[in-house]
């Protein structure tokens, strides 16, 4: 394809999500190009849901090259790239930055009982109330308790603690860095001081040392380019912005921030958020907030689910196959694959088939908000 003299600018957006990594080309509210990778979490019957950090940088790469070429075959440049992540990552990195663990997941639960017991004590709805952050598995301040009771080995020998993204983006720049909205996320942030929780820290037994540098949501590196960005297209001179947590930005993307709007988003799990001018918190809901940019005392305030993407991928490989069942003559059929019936065809005949007054309860992961127990099952 002939290439235009002047290309028009677009901008691009990472997105680290525990099913996949995306990496989306906007022009105004326009979506150009979108590229993905899996991001091959794995599970493991004791609980655990890792992604190598490895294995994530070089998906980012791939995405990042794939949007990059198709951007630039339709006429345009990039002038700006910000990056969204899946909240409550960590991992803990050796001196050198190199990961001593994978990175555990918003879904890994091996920290519960150190949760439910934080949760049980006066400690933990204090901590709560200053963080924003449910006591929960999910939360790096319970993977750091979980962590340093029974990795006392790994305790020892970290360095750091760090997120996914913290992670990547000390691969791209050789800085340690973590926006106010993943902080926000962890557990370890207070609100209201806007800085590292010192009682927090004092229970997990970490110093702000071990922790990575807060900055904004627009913390943006244009001084330099890293050779891995430059090698997947990006020009010199683009601007790279440190972003913010997936949830945060789902509500700034729609404009969902005044606080009158309710947002849901369905991934592999699900969320619903509502914009917020100030911290909220309610400890019997144990609802979360978290930061969408301090600088305009922006939140959102919400609850998560843990069945989303996982419950609708279930209901749709049953549906489908009732749907080509039906279409086969009443034929017994398997599960057909993606390409046989498409999702909307799927989610109709399930409808149709209707369920003469039985209910599903999508527990199929434990739960979190309301009930913040991996123990509750489907039924």
């Known amino acids: ?131 924003g952050a449910p006591i929960h598995a999910m939360t790096p301040l319970a993977k750091l308790l979980w962590l340093r009771r029974a990795r006392p080995d790994i305790w020892r020998q970290a360095a750091r603690f760090v997120g996914l993204k913290e992670w990547i983006w000390r691969q791209w720049f050789g800085e340690w860095a973590i926006d106010t909205s993943l902080a926000s996320a962890t557990g370890l942030y207070n609100l209201r001081q806007r800085q590292w929780d010192a009682d927090a820290l004092a229970l997990t037994g970490v110093s702000p040392e071990r922790l990575s540098r807060i900055v904004p949501t627009t913390y943006t590196r244009t001084d330099i380019l890293p050779a891995p960005l430059q090698a997947a297209g990006l020009a010199p001179g683009c601007a790279i912005n440190i972003g913010a947590s997936d949830g945060a930005l789902a509500n700034l993307a729609v404009h969902a921030l005044d606080g009158r709007r309710l947002v849901l988003t369905i991934g592999t799990s699900l969320a619903v958020r509502v914009g917020a001018s100030s911290v909220a918190l309610d400890p019997a809901t144990r609802d979360f907030c978290y930061v969408v940019t301090e600088e305009r005392g922006l939140y959102v305030r919400g609850a998560p689910s843990n069945s989303g993407g996982a419950l609708l991928e279930w209901v749709y490989q049953r549906g489908a196959a009732a749907f080509a069942a039906d279409a086969s003559g009443g034929a017994q059929a398997a599960p057909p694959t993606d390409s046989d019936v498409s999702f909307d065809a799927a989610m109709a005949a399930a409808g149709e088939a209707g369920s003469d007054g039985l209910y599903c309860l999508p527990y199929i992961n434990g739960e979190r908000a309301p009930l913040w127990t991996s123990r509750t099952s489907g039924a």
Not at 5 to 21: E, H, K, N
Not at 46 to 61: I, K, N, T, Y
Not at 112 to 125: C, I, K, T, V
């Open 1 to 131: 394809m002939t290439q235009p003299a002047t290309l028009r600018p677009c901008v691009i957006g990472i997105d680290l999500g525990t099913t996949a990594i995306k990496v989306a080309a906007f022009v105004g509210d326009e979506m150009i190009h979108l590229a993905s990778q899996p991001a091959n979490l794995r599970r493991s019957s004791d609980g655990a849901a890792e992604l190598d950090p490895r294995e994530q940088l070089a998906a980012v790469h791939t995405a990042l090259a794939q949007a990059i070429a198709g951007v630039r075959a339709a006429g345009y440049t990039v002038a700006r790239v910000g990056i969204s992540a899946a909240m409550h990552s960590l991992l803990a990195v050796d001196a050198d930055g190199a990961p001593l663990t994978a990175a555990m997941t918003w879904a890994d639960l091996r920290a519960e009982p150190d949760a439910e017991a934080l949760w049980a004590s006066p400690q933990g709805p204090a901590i709560y109330e200053r963080t």
